[in-house]
Each structure stands twice: as C-alpha cells, then as structure tokens.
C-alpha cells in the first residue's frame, strides 16, 4: 500500500491490483461500465479509497479543488491534484496512443459467492494455481469463445466454480451477479497475465494462428503425453503449473540445442 500523506494526515492507497479492496473492485466494476473518462475513474477512486468528496470552485479565474474527507478539508489545484489522481495509473496501459484498462488481478476477489440463493466456491487459487492443466485448457477454450458467444461466459464460469457438493452448471452460473462476472473475468486476465510471465517460453508466440485454442492444447497434450494415448488422460489431472513447469523445461532445452 502507498502511504497518501495530506496536511499531515495520512491515507492508504493501492498500490496495485492486488492491494484493491472487493468494495474498491466493485466501486471500479460498476464505474468502467458507465461513459467515464480515464481521469474521472482515476479522481472517483481516489475519493473512494478516502471516503471523501470534491468540490470544484473558481478562485482568480482558476479552478481549484476542495477535497473534504470528514471533517478535514485539502484544497489543490489542477497542477497540485493531478499528481495524487495518478497515483490510479496503474490501473491502465497504454496501446497505440491509448489509455486502456489493463487487470493485473491474481488474487480473486470472490472465493465464495453467490448464485441466486446458491453458494458456489472457487477452486482456483492466487494466479489460477489448483486447477488442472484439463481446466484450464477448457478455461481457455470457454474464454476465447466468448466474444462471439457472449453464453460463454457461464461455461467458463462453470469451470471455476463448484458448489460443496462438487456440481456446477453454465445455468447455475447464469445467475451469478454480472459484477462479480466483470471481476473474475479482471482475476482471469490478470493471472494469464502473471502465468505468461512465470513461463516466458512456453507461451511465448501464442500458438498457431491456424488453430483455434482447443485444438493447440490438444496439440501440446499429445506431446506431453509423447503422443500415447493412454498417458493423455494423466496430463489433464496434472496440476496446471506442473505441467507449465515441464513445458518451459523442455523449451528452454529446446533453445539451448
């Protein structure tokens, strides 16, 4: 957390993702699905994360800003407060000229919630680890079908989330708040983002644009399994970063020939 220290009064701040509250998650789900500006998303943050409003006034013919959080007040200028809305900055990425909203989530912010009345638990942990490399390739598939099955959402989330009992359904899914549905979707984006990291060589390239992304998992389960069939099956039970491990090993021998 950074440290906002303002007339000797002091603020926690996010530092990143990570470090975001599920009220903060849920403030910045529901403020990316208006028609906001970047800088506004950054200043509403801000508020947020200090409990304060703002009040814009003309003094000289300048715009000033009165922040009051309680009963303590903070007047900046334009110039004064831009620095302290950034410290949001890391909520974006720029792309061609273009500020973007760019989840670094691994850390999910729901492990338990709800579906309608039904409680539904996440058996992924911080950077999806726990899942099988099975689960993830059908996490994969699921995710890349989406834009142009919108539906597709509730299988992927399907993958995630069990009840106690063990069972889950896209319909059960269904009916899980689309709030929740924005933030773990930030979780998943966030933790491939994290996952291409830890294993730069295996993911590096992306695959085969000539296949779609089931047909590359299959591919690369065949050749952990050393093309047998009877061994594919022990491939998908294996832990997803196990797998990972034995990918990037056998990359990196790869390069070293």
């Known amino acids: 957390m950074r440290k906002l220290e303002l007339n000797g009064d002091v603020y926690a701040i996010p530092a990143?993702?990570?470090?975001?509250?599920?009220?903060?998650?849920?403030?910045?789900?529901?403020?990316?699905?208006?028609?906001?500006?970047?800088?506004?998303?950054?200043?509403?943050?801000?508020?947020?994360?200090?409990?304060?409003?703002?009040?814009?006034?003309?003094?000289?013919?300048?715009?000033?800003?009165?922040?009051?959080?309680?009963k303590k007040k903070y007047e900046f200028a334009t110039k004064e407060l831009q620095p302290v809305m950034d410290l949001f900055s890391f909520l974006f990425t720029e792309q061609k000229g273009?500020?973007?909203?760019?989840?670094?989530?691994?850390?999910?912010?729901?492990?338990?919630?709800?579906?309608?009345?039904?409680?539904?638990?996440?058996?992924?942990?911080?950077?999806?680890?726990?899942?099988?490399?099975?689960e993830f390739i059908h996490l994969q598939t699921y995710f890349s079908a989406i834009p142009e099955k919108p539906e597709s959402i509730d299988n992927f989330l399907s993958i995630l989330y069990k009840q106690k009992n063990g069972c889950t359904s896209p319909a059960l899914m269904n009916k899980m708040s689309q709030t929740v549905k924005t933030a773990i979707i930030w979780y998943y984006l966030g933790s491939m983002h994290f996952i291409s990291e830890k294993f730069p060589r295996t993911f590096f390239g992306g695959g085969s644009p000539d296949h779609n992304v089931f047909e590359n998992q299959m591919r690369i389960v065949g050749a952990l399994a050393g093309n047998d069939l009877t061994k594919r099956e022990q491939v998908n039970?294996?832990?997803?970063?196990?797998?990972?491990?034995?990918?990037?090993?056998?990359a990196e021998n790869s390069q070293k020939k």
């Open 237 to 250: 039970q294996s832990l997803l970063y196990d797998a990972l491990y034995t990918m990037e090993i056998a």
């Open 98 to 134: 273009k500020y973007l909203l760019n989840p670094l989530l691994t850390k999910n912010p729901f492990p338990t919630t709800q579906c309608g009345c039904v409680n539904v638990y996440c058996n992924a942990e911080q950077g999806l680890q726990c899942l099988t490399y099975g």
């Open 16 to 70: 990143n993702w990570d470090e975001l509250t599920v009220e903060q998650i849920i403030f910045l789900v529901n403020l990316t699905a208006k028609q906001v500006t970047i800088e506004e998303i950054k200043l509403k943050m801000l508020l947020f994360c200090m409990d304060a409003h703002v009040n814009r006034f003309k003094e000289s013919g300048q715009i000033r800003f009165i922040i009051q959080a309680g």
